[in-house]
């Protein structure tokens, strides 16, 4: 398996500008998770789902965000509009029994 | 409000010596601990994973312990290489997945 797989890498966009985040998780995991990670804040969870369908999303900071998993193969995670305050990395990870698998990561600049 | 600290925040140390990273949280009532490796510009790697009712988990030359009373885990690893070099996470999850800061550890050639 390729593990989890993340796109794109590296985002570089204007304050404003939407900005979608994509995720394929590996095959046969039914829980997703998106995290957020800044040098001030560390790792945050922003939502997860279970079998598709979104089980806590009190992480996600505001309105301006908002993550969908149409089918057990994909995620995304859309923030509209962006704002400098939302540079970070942008983890996806999967997880299969107790243990979750991280995807490489989306560098987000917002300038 | 559950709340994991890691303390050092960084460490350097020579290479071929045991070493022990510290993880405490403040919420007793968890499902299971986890370790996690990251490497600079990388997502994150589960090393071990303890779950509540566990005291300890080996990889290798890891060991990580767990003592839920005092609300304190550990990671020790056994004569360290400069590979080891790394930032180490531990999890705590409960109701919610918290993540500490993480320790840096950089193993000195």
């Known amino acids: 398996d390729a593990g989890v797989i993340q796109s794109p890498r590296h985002e570089v966009t204007e304050m404003g500008q939407e900005v979608t985040l994509r995720c394929k998780p590996i095959?046969?995991?039914?829980?997703l998770f998106w995290y957020r990670q800044t040098m001030m804040r560390g790792l945050e969870l922003l939502i997860y789902f279970n079998n598709n369908v979104p089980i806590d999303d009190s992480g996600m900071p505001e309105d301006r965000f908002s993550a969908k998993m149409p089918n057990a193969s994909f995620s995304t995670l859309k923030i509209q509009p962006s704002e400098p305050r939302d540079s970070a990395v942008y983890f996806c990870a999967s997880r299969g029994g107790d243990t979750q698998y991280f995807g490489p990561g989306t560098r987000l600049t917002v300038l | 409000k559950q709340e994991v600290t890691q303390i050092p925040a960084a460490l350097s140390v020579p290479e071929g010596e045991n070493l022990v990273l510290n993880c405490s949280f403040t919420d007793s009532a968890i499902y299971n601990l986890q370790w996690f490796r990251q490497d600079p510009g990388k997502g994150l790697t589960s090393l071990l994973l303890?779950?509540?009712?566990?005291r300890e988990q080996t990889s290798g030359r890891l060991n990580a312990s767990l003592d839920k009373s005092s609300g304190r885990s550990t990671l020790y690893i056994a004569a360290s290489q400069p590979g080891d070099s790394a930032t180490y996470l531990c999890?705590?999850?409960?109701?919610?997945?918290?993540f500490g800061k993480g320790t840096r550890l950089h193993i000195l050639p």
């Open positions: 095959s046969g995991h039914n829980s």
């Open positions: 999890a705590v999850v409960g109701d919610k997945i918290i």
């Open positions: 303890i779950q509540s009712s566990q």
